[in-house]
């Protein structure tokens, strides 16, 4: 059995994940790391919306090296096997996978054991599987056969803790978006496992443990409505948080009002629901989106586009010198997924390990080459100038990208588009909704 304490490849991983979580996210907060128990064995049981990448920014939140457990059909090529070997991953058999789960996982899970006996963590997602959206799904059992298997053979004494983790991300595939993870406050499992075959004790235990992850996430659990509540929170995300007088920054507050706004919105179409409600969002979402407009743009009348303009112009030069040397790190990674990798889940954590290895080397080749062909004085000054341009390069993307959508949400308004005039009045008829659901 390998336990290690820190294996070369998951360092090297863990450097990975912590430069990307800076660099990937615009905004990211981490809630909670005050109740993760000191010196005890615990298993993180997280919400799974985003494949390999849940895993990892859990665990480089913590000081321990991690444990976690991934779907078995990963496993099937010997050399693969080997490589998430190294970095802590351990394989999962699900009903789905054809086999005796029971039997099947007998391995993992005494090694699971074993790691708990010795105080390693770790993190399994008893959801099952990864989903896109958020809501949380029924839990599966394997997390408490685990913990009750643990203080089974090595006795209550070792007290295996279980806490659960909310992973919430505001976009679950692209750069620039925001990442809120929870950690809850942690459950006993001794509470509850008092016979290890006894249903009653482990559904108990599922039930705590349900309630206190559905607390750490964003929890849309009306799903027939789901598109309605959802796109409601974003497409009036300024007016709700002008009401509360918190700061976009604000992610921790922030994710208080979402969660606020989701009660009450299910309360509210518990009563007043309407069918069509779900199926409008969605043509109004699919709209917005083919007319090159973003929800924020429909917060004023008209956009002033001088200062933008006036911005792109004069960064221009600095755009086009970090385009040239930070174009192909951040494109070839976004190829590569995009063609190679079929399943959208797996999309954000591998631009994310991938850019920040292909940035490092293409920098560093650029530094050896170029930076030694220049004079002395100005080696640093280049070395420097490669994530400094990338940085205001990317700000400027943004930038343009922002001016464009003003400029085109103005020329629309100035014709008078039919199209464009519907959806402002499908976005009014949305802002009524929204107010009465916000006074309740």
């Known amino acids: 059995m390998r336990i290690n304490n820190w294996s070369i490849l998951y360092s090297l991983g863990y450097v990975i994940v912590a430069v990307g979580t800076n660099t990937f996210y615009k905004r990211h907060k981490v809630v909670g790391l005050e109740n993760i128990p000191k010196n005890k064995p615990?298993?993180?049981t997280s919400n799974h919306q985003n494949a390999f990448l849940d895993p990892v920014v859990i665990a480089v939140q913590l000081t321990k090296p991690t444990y976690y457990l991934v779907r078995a059909d990963i496993f099937k090529k010997p050399l693969v096997a080997k490589i998430f070997d190294s970095i802590n991953m351990m394989p999962i058999f699900r009903e789905r996978d054809g086999v005796d789960t029971k039997n099947a996982n007998e391995n993992t899970f005494n090694r699971c054991f074993e790691m708990l006996?010795?105080?390693?963590?770790?993190?399994?997602?008893?959801?099952?599987?990864?989903?896109?959206?958020?809501?949380?799904?029924?839990?599966?059992?394997?997390?408490?056969?685990?913990?009750?298997?643990?203080?089974?053979?090595?006795?209550?004494?070792?007290?295996?803790?279980?806490?659960?983790?909310?992973v919430n991300y505001s976009d679950h595939f692209n750069m620039g978006a925001e990442l809120l993870i929870n950690f809850g406050k942690p459950i006993d499992a001794s509470d509850y496992l008092e016979a290890l075959d006894d249903p009653r004790e482990i559904n108990s235990l599922k039930h705590q443990l349900e309630s206190a992850m559905s607390d750490a996430i964003i929890d849309i659990q009306k799903t027939d409505y789901y598109n309605f509540i959802h796109e409601m929170m974003f497409l009036f995300e300024s007016e709700l948080l002008k009401e509360k007088n918190i700061s976009r920054r604000n992610l921790e507050e922030k994710f208080k009002v979402q969660k606020e706004f989701i009660f009450k919105a299910e309360q509210f179409l518990e009563t007043e629901g309407n069918p069509s409600l779900e199926k409008e969002m969605i043509d109004f979402k699919t709209k917005v989106e083919k007319s090159g407009l973003r929800y924020w743009l429909?917060?004023?009348?008209?956009?002033?586009?001088?200062?933008?303009?006036?911005?792109?112009?004069?960064?221009?030069?600095?755009?086009?010198?970090?385009?040239?040397n930070n174009y192909l790190p951040y494109k070839l990674p976004v190829w590569f997924v995009d063609k190679k990798i079929k399943d959208q889940q797996f999309h954000s954590s591998m631009k994310m390990a991938f850019g920040v290895v292909f940035f490092f080397i293409f920098w560093l080749l650029q530094i050896l080459t170029i930076g030694n062909l220049l004079p002395e004085s100005y080696f640093w000054y280049y070395a420097i100038s490669l994530p400094l341009s990338a940085w205001?390069?990317?700000?400027?993307?943004?930038?343009?990208?922002?001016?464009?959508?003003?400029?085109?949400?103005?020329?629309?308004?100035?014709?008078?588009?039919?199209?464009?005039?519907e959806l402002k009045q499908q976005r009014e008829k949305f802002f009524n909704l929204f107010k009465k659901i916000v006074r309740m």
Not at 136 to 161: C, H, N, T
Not at 404 to 419: E, F, H, R, S, V
Request: hydrophobic share 40%.
């Open 117 to 166: 006996s010795k105080n390693r963590p770790i993190i399994i997602f008893p959801e099952g599987n990864h989903g896109k959206l958020k809501s949380l799904r029924p839990l599966k059992k394997g997390f408490a056969r685990i913990a009750s298997g643990a203080e089974d053979k090595y006795g209550k004494e070792i007290d295996v803790q279980i806490v659960p983790v909310g």
């Open 42 to 44: 615990i298993i993180f």
């Open 392 to 421: 205001i390069s990317y700000q400027y993307w943004i930038l343009l990208l922002k001016t464009k959508g003003k400029i085109q949400y103005n020329k629309l308004t100035k014709a008078k588009d039919k199209n464009f005039l």
């Open 298 to 324: 429909f917060n004023k009348e008209k956009h002033s586009v001088v200062l933008p303009l006036i911005s792109l112009i004069i960064f221009a030069p600095i755009h086009f010198y970090g385009v040239v």
